[in-house]
């Protein structure tokens, strides 16, 4: 029967294979076999389900039941099991079954549940909701396995119907017949009958089969159907999803769901997208806590989400290029589809990492460990994202944490985070949130390596997403420019810059924002003023005006503060009205159109305006000049608006400043007026003179007059003004012939009405206001020479080349002159110079008094121009000038000048800025000695020549400018009582270029630089050789040694300032080091082009290195040393230049370094140098603790040995004088070095132990011989080192040093004991300095002693551990120390308190380390024993008392 049966069903398996014929047309082709089963039906199937509660229904009504279901069921089983013919009746029973079920609607009837038989008496105690026929007789178990087989018999029939009527599916009815079954009979064999199925039937049946598994198997079979599973999902890609459902549902053992999870994994990279996100939830969810991070590192490695929307990329880039809409329209549900599967992974991930903290922290550690830039993902910044957003476990904090360690290292660069705002854009505007507070975070971040990424934040979030998070964007960078800390407002500004630039029309939503700044101007600097007008006015006034609703509100605050009397607010009302004049007066030659006239008559109002508010001020008048000079330089103005500013400039200077030169200058000064530095001496008559004097004469006069009086005379003129106004009428010049300046080019010759400067020597005979007469005269003469210097440096004619380099030389004399002025005019504060500014008093007068400069400044650092400068710079390229007389009579007074000198460092903020243009200058060659005849006229008159104090002036300059550019400053919080001084004054004009047009600069000066640096060596190498070897021979001239000397420095400082550079290690800028580290290549070898990178670091560092032999300072020897340092980073390999650095740093300290005169270089800087080169000496040595013992073991005893005043003969520097600053560096790397000392390990082998033991030998040697010290120098500065690196060193000891004796004790006792010997020599050592620190009650030694006694007790008691650890216990013996002085003598005044005061009568244990006796050591082999008596401890201390001594 069931063979027979059996053969049925194949046959009609194979017909329904073969044929795909509609439903009906097979269900109406055996409505003519029904009539047949019917009548056998009512035999046994039928009559028992009758009598049971159930009636049979035909069509499509359900099957009745009148009893409640297992009423059913007991009844059915009672019948089959007490019927005369059981068991053969349970075969006639399905038999009917099967036959009643042949007939599709009554197998669909069965299937679906039961209703309750309404009509009948007995309704009320049916459930509302019956189980299907089916179902209740699965119920049975002696019915249940036939039934099973029925019905996975009858599946293959219905496999490829797919859904039916009602979207009813027959193959997944039939498989939820068999779930949560209350026992299955034959679990093993339905599980054999699933899978068979499961390889035999489409994908739709599979699917419902695999997901029903859990719901339908019993637990002892899961294991054997996971290994199933796991073998059809690496062959069937699929059924991934509904495999992974079933395997997460299934109860399996830890192995072999590692077994599961590594097939999943291996199959990742051919899973479909819509089936990852299931796949990758499936991983997470399977993890444990000791695999997670692997797994974690696995899936990051393997989850490609930029192959996901690849194809959406190329599909959307097809769309554009193809003109018909079908391509559109076709890629448009792919890209959505692959957002969303996108968007149901990171789901994925976030509900992972959100209730495991396991996977948090597991992805924080993945993301950690990446060290390549290419090896990052955009799933690491989405997953950061994420873990920020949940904050789960504290997750929060990591994030941040991370991405700024990242950042900061370059290993998250901005390419990464554009690409995933490009493809990722809806996926991540569900985190916008965190991406908001994460730019915040970056953005107010003091390390400034970090703050250009969160702008890149902002910025792609304005871009990428809604209208809504655009406002929210606009609304956090008006926070963070309102917040008042410097670097969060320029980077925030700037984009609000960038914005405005890229997206005018969407920033214009938004520009009521941006103006509520206005309200908030007092915290900003006039840079950041600028920029912000910038914006508003490119917003309101721009060509396409999007934000012209807010133009009346900005026409009100500039008329408001142009009107105001506070300076500060006037100043703000100039930069804000020019900025306004820039934006509605722009060129639009690009758009073909002229400027409307209505818009040319607001920009001439305003112009007219601005000039008549600031004419009451002369400070405002000068800004208002320096403002549109800037403007002129940076922006393209129309035409019309460029020739009306340009006419009225011209023609103002030349009525306001220029007179001609007649016979005499009428009028009454303070000095005898007389004509000066003139340059063009053959058109003396007829000529022109700026008269300065006269202006200056008038302008103190009427100072003191009232406001009424001068009104009523003609316009006042300030010689404050004189060069802003020359600045704008050079650059009006520029813009309006291209570059030339031939109308203008008779004023950098033509000379000035100033005063015969011999008056400079009768300082002590003026009066007070006479004094700073001649003061304010000198610093506007300077000023104007500057200006001169800015507007004509980039002139090529030679002549014009050769009066900028005159102007120079006047410039470093007269600076010379001005040193002496000052000193002699305490309390005087000079003319403001830079007006963007707050007002400069106050910022200098602390510094005004006299100093004396002539011997301790020895590097020249301090100095704007050493005397020297009139020798060789006075009249180098014109004998005939005037200036040659006044220049030359000072001379015989130089050493009274440079004794009496003020230095100029403080006074920087009133000269005006240097353009960068000016260090052109620079690549003119350099003047000699040799090129001078016997009057210190130059013979060479076709070339033009530096000289030193020039070359000093402008490498002073370059460096300061440099180091403001190129040196990133962390961005600080303003403090509470913000300082007066701003670092940025003289700068203005710097500001507004990026650091990397600066690095280009310095780049193109290279050869430059280079060929003085060069003549500086070999300046100093003829030197040596005519003074055989020695720097202060007969022949040195002691001025010119000293220039000299800090050109050579100044130019090692700006290399190694220019290659320190953060930028050069960004992608972008590697060309720009490649062409910088060429240059210096290129002079010691030829063909750098095609060299690598590596190789130009090595021929540059040995270029460098050459300079050794010619150092005439430490200072400057030192700047070699860092530069050769810095040079050693740029290349992959540092480590191989370390040797050759050391052992430089050790040349220079072995060396004897003398002054010109003779005297041995001595000082605070000198001090500053010796310890910064110290230092990177025992950084970069092999064996920092051999260089330690080498200097302190016998350099310092040498230095014991030798007289007062003599030094170490193998270490030159070392002398009682710089002592501290070697035993502060020695403890300092001691220390250091200590902390890096690998620590023990379980897994090191007997030769590992071996060595760290060796090492901590030595260091504690080390340490024992600078503890020792103290006993000699027992100053209390070098207290106060032992104290403070004694305590650290100590702790490191215990942290490192103690578990490694834990481990060697018994294989090497004897070296441990003789190590905690040593140290216990040292410990006792820093007791008695503890003793003699509160003897003397000195505070700065007595904050350490806590601390340091209590690593102390620590020691004694670790001892004590490690002796218990090696079953020694009983060998430790515990007394008190006494306390004792510096000389080992007993504190006296510690008897009688003995009782009283424990903390005197400290518990500090001293250890002396014995071998037990024959019979201990062979008990426990490792025996030590510890005895502490007082009779020991004096005899200890006798002991090292003599070892000092001797």
Known sequence: MMRKKRRSSVDKGEGATTTTKAKKSRSAGRQAKEPAPEETNQSVFAVFLREAGVTLKQGGTSNEIAVDQVVFQKRIQQQLQKSPRYPVIVQEFITGLESHIEDPERFRNCLLPCVPRLSDGDSSCVSSFQESLLRMLLGIEMLQTFIINTLLEKLPEFMLDGTGDGGLSIPRVIINQLKWLDRIVDSKELATKLMELVSVAPVEVQRDIITSLPEILEDSQHHDIARELNTLLQENTQLTVPILDALSSLNLSSSLLTEVRGAVMSTLAAVQLEDLPMVVKFILHSVSASDAYEVVCNLRKKLELEQCVLSTVLQASQSRVASKGSVVSASTPAAGSSQDSIALILDGIKSAVRFQKTISEAWLKAIESVDEVQDHKVIDLLVLFILHFTNANQSRRGAERVLKVKVRTGLIQEALLQRTFRDYAQVMRGYFPSILALAQSLLRSPDPCVVPFGGHMYRHSFTAFDSYCQQEVVGSLVTHVCSGVGGEVDMALELLCGLVTEKPSEMALYAVFVKGILDYMDNLTPQQIRRLFHLLSRLAFGHQQQGSHIQDDMHIVIRKQLSSTVPKYKRIGIIGAVMIIGSMGASRLKENGSLPQETFRQVTALLELVKSSSESSPEAAALYYDELANLILSSSLDPQVQETIAKSVLDDFQDDFVMDLGPEISGSFPFPACVMYNLDEEESQGGIAINLLPLLAVDIQNKGEPQSQTEKAHKRVSPLCLSPFFRLLRLCEEKQHQGDLEEIDALLGCPLILTDMVVVEKMESLSKAEREFLCTLLFHTINWF?????????????????????????????????????AGTPGYVPPVANFDGESTDGIILGSTVPVNKAKKDATGKKRKAPGKNSSESSSQLEETTIGDKTQQEPEKEKEKEIRQGVSLVSYRPFFRELDMEVLSVL???????????????????????????????????????????????????????????????????????????????????????????????????????????????????????????????????????????????????????????????????????????????????????????????????????????????????????????????????SQEWVTASGERERGNKFNEALHTLLSIYLEHANDVLKAVEEIAGEGIPELLNASKDESSASWPTLNRQTFLVFYKVLMAELEKASRKIPAFKISDNTEAQSEKLLTWNLAVRDFHILVNLVKVFDSRPVLNVCLKYGRLFLESFLKLGMPLLDNSFKRHKEDVQSLLKTFQLSTRQLHHMCGHSKIHQDTSLTNHVPALKKSLELFVYRVKAMLMLNNCHEAFWIGNLKNRNLKGEEILSQRSQESEDDDDDEEQRSALLQEESGDEAQETDSEESKRVNREEDVDQSDITNDSDSN
């Not at 050769?802 to 001005?818: A, C, D, E």
């Not at 040393?1121 to 480590?1135: C, F, R, V, Y």
Request: a positive charge.
């Open 786 to 822: 500057r200006e001169a210097i800015n507007a004509f440096c980039t002139q090529k004619e030679l002549e014009m080349k050769m009066k900028v380099m005159t102007r120079l030389q006047n410039i470093t004399y007269l600076q010379t002159l001005l040193e002496r002025a000052l």
């Open 923 to 1149: 690549q003119c060659g350099m003047l000699s000695r040799t090129l001078l005849d016997s009057e210190l006229h130059t013979n060479v008159r076709e070339e033009v020549l530096l000289g030193p104090a020039e070359l000093v002036f402008l490498l002073e300059d370059m460096l300061r400018k440099l180091e403001f550019s190129l040196t990133a400053a962390p961005a600080k919080r303003a403090p509470f009582f913000k300082g007066r001084t701003d670092k940025s004054v003289g700068f203005s004009h710097l500001q507004q270029r990026s650091p990397k047009d600066i690095a280009s600069c310095c780049v193109h000066l290279l050869p430059a630089l280079c060929s003085h640096l060069e003549n500086c060596h070999n300046h100093f190498q003829t030197l040596l050789s005519e003074n055989n070897g020695v720097v202060d021979g007969p022949a040195t001239d002691v001025q010119e040694h000293q220039v000299m000397s800090s050109a050579y420095q100044l130019l090692l400082q700006v290399l190694n300032t220019t290659f320190s550079w953060s930028g050069f290690s960004q992608p972008g800028q590697r060309i720009l080091l490649k062409k910088a580290l060429g240059v210096m290549a290129g002079r010691l070898k030829e063909g750098g082009a095609e060299l690598t990178l590596e190789q130009l670091v090595k021929h540059s560092f040995e270029y460098l290195v050459n300079f050794r032999s010619t150092m005439p300072s430490l200072s400057t020897a030192l700047c070699l040393s860092q530069l050769l340092s810095t040079m050693s980073e740029k290349g992959g390999n540092p480590a191989a230049y370390r040797e050759q650095t050391a052992s430089l740093a050790k040349r220079f300290l």
